[in-house]
């Protein structure tokens, strides 16, 4: 049995719920793809994580307005791409808009097309399972076709607004 809302709860502060979000750190990826027309897209996200091992499944969100969802929601392949800790700027410049965010860029070509940008930490290529619509996201459940990872790699972390390559202690 779900539990009711109470007619009485004060709404949830936006504001306050973001900032507390921003006290979980994470890792930073970059989602990429090849649109229908070969053209590319990605963008930096910090909603992912593991699902299963069997089948091999992961999950990440995407804002239901974002420009590249057509892309996303369509597609049959996508690449998670983890960040390092050097790749700051890499970062940046997927969150930045209106920009060619793949211009100069090292990348090939992986599962399905979609782009998979060099000296990244770990590489997730799926193929696009499930999709989910909930609140302003849609969760996106990829199968993992294939994945690699670059020993000694150290991560990017995200943690209240700001990138860390480690967190303060």
């Known amino acids: 049995m779900q539990p009711t809302p109470s007619a009485l709860a004060q709404p949830l502060d936006a504001q306050q719920f973001r900032a507390a979000l921003g006290m979980f750190a994470t890792g930073v990826t970059i989602v990429t793809a090849r649109a229908p027309d070969g053209g590319l897209v990605g963008l930096t996200a910090n909603s992912f994580n593991s699902v299963s091992l069997s089948p091999p499944l992961v999950l990440w969100s995407l804002a239901r307005r974002a420009g590249s969802m057509p892309v996303f929601s369509r597609g049959s392949h996508y690449a998670i791409n983890i960040l ?3 790749q700051q700027e890499l ?4 969150a930045t808009r209106d920009i060619d965010r793949f211009a100069g860029l090292a990348w090939r ?7 998979v940008l060099d ?11 499930s999709q989910y619509e909930e609140g302003d996201h849609v969760i996106f459940v990829g199968e993992v076709e294939s994945c690699s990872r670059r020993e000694g790699a150290l991560p990017l972390i995200f943690h209240g607004g700001r990138y860390y390559t480690e967190l303060p202690l």
């Open 84 to 86: 390092a800790a050097e």
């Open 91 to 94: 970062a940046r410049r997927f």
């Open 109 to 115: 070509e992986g599962a399905g097309g979609a782009p």
């Open 119 to 129: 000296g990244c930490a770990a590489v997730f290529e799926c193929a696009n399972r």
